[in-house]
């Protein structure tokens, strides 16, 4: 066990989720070990029970997510809509819940220590990927994505290509426009640590920057670059990408242990009857 | 070599040099021969080698005695049966192996990963993994080493490492960059120092007191916030005096006879007084640039600010302006001055004594509001304390960041205030209405 890599991880706590859910039902006299199904089902109504008992949450009945819409396409405004993977995510979670599903918007920086502060939202749900750091600050439910490091620029900058990307982004003439307390700045830190970093509360700003010419390059989740670039930044492209394999996970406060059990199994729920693959399929297009 | 150091001076005697050269040539056509074997038996070579920076002064700096991470990456050539690996940490560096990430990455854009099975042994300071399955596969071991912590003193570290393959051969990696750590600062020694004390413990077991006032975090992010502050300072303190000029030739053309003058200066001062500094912000940073206007972060943010603050000022001139009584033109005007004398020689040091304290409290307002300008990446004193909060998760550096706020502030706003009792002294009850009139407009848009 010792040995463990993260992405074992990943697989071994969903497996151990899994057992944790149905041994939470065999524990009730009137359910036998027949259907997966049933006993997820039955368990759904057990946990609503006990949520109303012993979660604390901001609102009665409601759980309420910290998000950041910047960030397709796990998050977005459409039309004044939440659209994205984590916000279906969150819908299905609330629902295996039996709560209402409330997205509060802050900026991402500002995610990880609200939830660590408590009080304005129950659980952080905007692409966060777990690091040590905000490990030390909050509680990582089981995570439901994985993605990597991507780095744009605009096409018409011959300067920086595939091939010397890696060389010609760490020089001092470079500006990388990255989130603010986003994993992009932290790799564009370890990584070009020659170039000057400017970061943007908001993400979507980060590339407004490369295409106003305030930034020359864009350092962020791939996903994301890859949905932007296709999106509104048709003219940038991506030159380098590495492999990080983060994972996304929700952040709960470091006190409410009911809570992330809840999500947890939700989310163990959600993966095992595929409704998890599905939201990725329909969102990562 | 010794072979061949008579051969070349045998053919040209005479030509010391060419001789020399050549005798460089042979000597390093025969280096590149003894590494070639070593070469070609380079199953792996070093792709790169770099520590997490863990300094909240500066995002890309490594610093020693405080938590990092090791990220070591290196190539392997296919079908090499790469069987173990031995990384040697640096000495004095100490690291953990709990949470240890041992990933290959494949592909032609090495973005596939694989996770491998493998047993790790740590040895002083040497870390070994031995994998289960040789790795023939072409790709990418990136291994990551959590729970890093280089020496107090910093320095190059320089990390080696040397591989086994399944043939028995051992062979070290070569050229694998050197980590630069910096010596720990003293404000992150003396918060480290301080997390360590009872005292502190003991407060920040109170939840309040350490999401707002937590000891160590304030002693950390004091030098970081100083360096926002210098650069909230020097926006005002250029956007400022260019402000003044601006506002009061605003001022001039409003109260301008001539309707065009009169009319360009209202709009103006009405699209800026009526707007958020916040959106006026957004447009220019990312409006004018894309209309073809490159202009440096830092001119832009004081641009905006100053354009800005002109309309401000304008009405606080004004209302000086129109403040001085009629009389003191008419005496002007009587003595034979005509009308620029007397708005330069009567009417202005009059009207500037008046304002004094309204272009105070503009100059506070100005200084609060640069916070607007971390929405565009300049990196002012709040956005200093943000980042630190995003890492953190306590509210503590915002605090250290009103604390910068409150020592121009508090000061400026007693002077204010003493001003206006001068401006109310030498003036009839009567006219000092108008000023402090002024004062509350100027205040209003805060």
């Not at chain 1, 659980?123 to 439910?141: C, H, K, M, W």
């Not at chain 1, 096409?155 to 307390?181: R, W």
């Not at chain 2, 074997?37 to 070093?46: F, H, L, Q, V």
């Not at chain 2, 001539?258 to 500094?277: D, M, Q, S």
Request: glycine share 8%; charged share 20%; aromatic share 8%.
């Amino acid at each position: 066990m010792k040995s463990m890599t993260r992405r074992n991880f990943l697989t071994v706590a969903g497996a151990l989720a899994g057992t944790a859910a149905l041994a939470g039902c065999n524990s009730e006299p009137k359910q036998s070990d027949q259907s997966d199904e049933n006993a997820d089902a039955a368990d759904e109504t057990i946990d609503e029970g006990e949520l109303e008992a012993e979660v604390g949450l901001v609102t009665e009945g409601a759980i309420t997510f910290a998000v950041s819409p910047d960030y397709p396409p796990f998050e977005n405004l459409v039309d004044g809509e939440y659209v994205g993977l984590d916000m279906d995510l969150g819908r299905a979670i609330a629902e295996q819940l039996g709560l209402e599903c409330v997205y509060t918007n802050l900026d991402f920086d500002g995610i990880v220590p609200a939830i660590a502060a408590g009080g304005q939202a129950d659980a952080g749900l905007s692409g966060i990927s777990i690091t040590p750091d905000r490990e030390e600050q909050v509680n990582f439910s089981e995570p439901y994505y994985i993605d990597n490091q991507a780095v744009a620029v605009l096409a018409s900058n011959t300067d920086v290509t595939e091939d010397n990307a890696a060389e010609v982004l760490n020089t001092a003439e470079m500006t990388i426009a990255v989130q603010s307390g986003s994993t992009g700045a932290d790799f564009a830190a370890e990584n070009f640590p020659n170039a000057e970093q400017l970061a943007f509360p908001q993400f979507t700003d980060a590339f407004a920057a490369v295409s106003a010419g305030q930034a020359n390059a864009v350092c962020g989740n791939l996903a994301v670059v890859e949905q932007m670039l296709a999106g509104a930044y048709s003219d940038q492209h991506v030159v380098l990408t590495s492999a990080t394999g983060e994972e996304y996970a929700i952040a709960v406060n470091k006190d409410n242990a009911a809570l992330l059990d809840a999500i947890n199994g939700a989310i163990a729920t959600l993966r095992d009857n595929g409704t998890l693959d599905e939201l990725i399929a329909t969102n990562m297009g | 070599m010794n072979n061949l150091s008579p051969c070349a001076p045998a053919r040209h005697r005479g030509s010391a040099s060419r001789a020399l050269l050549a005798f460089m040539v042979v000597l390093v056509a025969l280096l590149g021969i003894v590494a070639m074997p070593a070469a070609r038996a380079d199953a792996m070579e070093a792709v790169k080698c770099t520590g997490r920076p863990n300094s909240e002064d500066d995002p890309t700096v490594i610093m020693g005695a405080t938590e990092s991470r090791i990220t070591f990456e290196a190539s392997i050539a296919e079908g090499e049966g790469v069987s173990s690996l031995t990384l040697h940490i640096p000495d004095g560096t100490s690291f953990g192996t709990d949470d240890l990430a041992v990933t290959l990455l494949t592909g032609d854009d090495l973005m596939t990963r694989n996770e491998l099975d493998y047993t790790e042994k740590v040895d002083g300071q040497d870390l070994t993994l031995e994998f289960a399955e040789p790795i023939t596969q072409e790709g990418h071991l990136n291994i990551l080493v959590y729970d890093v912590f280089f020496p107090a003193d910093g320095g190059e570290m320089q990390l080696e490492a040397t591989y086994g393959l399944t043939d028995g051969t051992e062979a070290s990696i070569e050229g694998i960059p050197s980590i630069p750590v910096e010596g720990i600062s003293f404000t992150e020694s003396l918060s480290q120092w301080l997390e360590d004390q009872s005292w502190v413990q003991a407060w920040n077991s109170n939840r309040f007191l350490h999401l707002f006032f937590d000891p160590a975090l304030l002693v950390t992010s004091f030098p970081v916030v100083l360096t926002g502050f210098f650069m909230s300072i020097s926006i005002v303190a250029v956007a400022f005096p260019l402000a003044i000029p601006m506002g009061l030739l605003l001022a001039l053309m409003r109260i301008s006879k001539l309707r065009l003058l009169r009319g360009i200066a209202t709009t103006y001062v009405n699209i800026v007084r009526g707007t958020p500094l916040f959106l006026q912000i957004y447009v220019a940073f990312f409006g004018l640039p894309l209309a073809g206007i490159q202009i440096p972060n830092f001119v832009l943010g004081v641009t905006v600010m100053c354009m800005n603050s002109g309309a401000y000022m304008c009405e606080i001139f004004r209302a000086g302006i129109l403040s001085i009584s009629k009389g003191q033109t008419e005496a002007a005007r009587s003595l034979g001055m005509n009308g620029a004398q007397t708005m330069f020689y009567v009417i202005l040091p009059q009207m500037f004594r008046i304002v004094i304290p309204n272009l105070t409290s503009e100059f506070i307002v100005l200084y609060k509001d640069t916070s607007l300008l971390a929405a565009v990446g300049i990196m002012e004193l709040v956005m200093y304390a943000r980042t630190i909060v995003a890492s953190t998760g306590s509210i503590t550096p915002y605090i250290v960041a009103a604390l910068f706020y409150l020592v121009i502030t508090l000061p400026l706003s007693k002077i204010t205030r003493h001003l206006e009792d001068r401006v109310r002294g030498h003036r009839t009850r009567k006219h000092a209405d108008a000023p402090e009139l002024a004062a509350e407009k100027g205040a209003s848009h805060e």
